[in-house]
């Protein structure tokens, strides 16, 4: 299948693709760097092969290590133990947590299209919404 064609896919199949990633380009350009955990990535994997292709789920996880500097987490003890600690703090599923802790550790401002995140989270660490969600 030829790559713009498998993207025009991705795009449909995603509707809020165009939006978020116009969010991350105006981050980047505004000359924020880019952290995100490295479950992001299997999030991001596992969202797009709910679409019948797994060369689109696997390009999406490419679009997204491609953006400049993206920081990739790795997954770790300590950050599965702080993940833990936030996900029973604030009452958020365990992948929001992990999200939660690491824009916490080094006092980043998390960006976020969820809507249950901000509403528990937001006193712990700053953080921005987008998609017409609000905090």
Known sequence: MARSRRSSQWQEAN?????????????????????????ALA?????????????????????VLRLPGPDVVPMSAALGRAGAETAIRLRLKGADATYVAVAAAPAD??????????ERASASIAMRTLGGRAA
Request: net charge positive; no cysteine.
């Open 15 to 39: 509707v809020h693709h165009t939006q978020r990633r116009a969010a991350m380009d105006m981050i980047i350009r505004r000359g924020h760097s880019l952290v995100i955990s490295a479950h």
């Open 43 to 63: 999030e991001i994997g596992g969202v797009v092969a709910r679409v019948p292709s797994r060369q689109l789920a696997t390009g999406a996880v490419r679009q």
């Open 109 to 118: 401002v998390l960006v976020t299209w969820d809507r249950e995140v901000p």
